[in-house]
């Protein structure tokens, strides 16, 4: 090797210093990212209180009216906190809307059980669609947050090693949902409201932190992403540098 192949000292010490920084900056992105595109801690609390709620006064008084007059009052009470912080409310729209189905399937079969359903088969959906998306080669995580990471579908042909983060993360949702219905369907068959309510809340957080804990580490991995619309303004700003030369002209 000469000497003009070899790095010099000064060069290796910057890329030394670069390439951690670059690292923990992808790791930081990524990680806001998920935040945004997931809720956080307060969109995890704003999907367990109702429910919480619900299966507590159910246990205590036995009573359906009472526990879902309960569930919906707090989603609503959440709702109208995030509209009067002018916060964003998909969250707290999901979790109202949700609520409201489990309380009208509930009413209407007048078994406290099928407050759970709704939700239950919402999550074997997801699962498929998890699953489905990502031998179709459009794994739906990556239809979630590549308008997070401003690369819209750009992952799909131009950036390959994205896409395969995002097939691997959208196998990891599919099955660790599936799993989670394994164990939720037979208890709704087998188990009594309680039961089944104390079971659903625990199995609440710790499978969607694990999904989502497997989908940073492949996406901190991973190329980064394209940023389509830093292209299109890049593009927007040449054709009008391109319009003023022909101008002066």
């Given amino acids: 090797m000469t000497s003009v192949d070899k790095p010099t000292t000064t060069t ?16 930081a992105v990524t990680e806001a990212a998920l935040f945004e595109a997931f809720g956080g801690v ?28 309960a569930a919906v009052a707090v989603s609503l009470l959440l709702l109208v906190v995030r509209l ?10 999901s979790g109202v809307f ?13 078994n406290a059980k099928d407050f759970y359903l709704p939700g239950m088969l919402y999550t074997l959906g997801l699962a498929v669609a998890y699953i489905v998306t990502t ?3 459009v794994p739906l995580i990556g239809l979630i947050l590549g308008p997070v990471f401003k690369e819209n579908l750009s992952w ?5 090693g994205r896409k395969k983060a995002y097939a691997k993360a959208s196998w990891a949702w ?3 949902l599936l799993a989670k219905c394994a164990i939720l369907f037979p208890l709704y068959w087998w ?27 492949f996406l901190a991995k991973a190329p980064p992403p394209i940023d389509v619309f830093a292209e299109m303004e890049a593009e927007e700003e040449a054709a009008k540098a391109v319009k003023a030369a022909d101008a002066a002209q």
């Fill in 135 to 137: 031998v179709f080669g």
């Fill in 174 to 176: 599919g099955l660790i």
């Fill in 12 to 27: 290796a010490a910057r890329h030394a210093r670069t390439a951690p920084d670059a690292d923990a900056d992808a790791k």
């Fill in 191 to 217: 188990a009594n409201t309680s039961q089944l309510g104390w079971v659903l809340i625990a199995l609440k957080i710790p499978p969607f932190l694990l999904a989502v804990w497997l989908t940073w580490i």
């Fill in 98 to 110: 949700g609520v409201a189905f489990g309380v009208v399937f509930a009413m209407m079969t007048g």
């Fill in 84 to 93: 009067a912080r002018k916060d964003t409310v998909k969250h707290a729209f």
């Fill in 156 to 160: 799909r042909t131009r950036n390959p």
């Fill in 42 to 69: 307060r969109g995890m609390v704003e999907t367990c209180l109702p429910g919480l709620l619900f299966v507590t006064i159910f246990t205590v008084n036995k009573d359906l009216h009472s526990s879902a007059i």
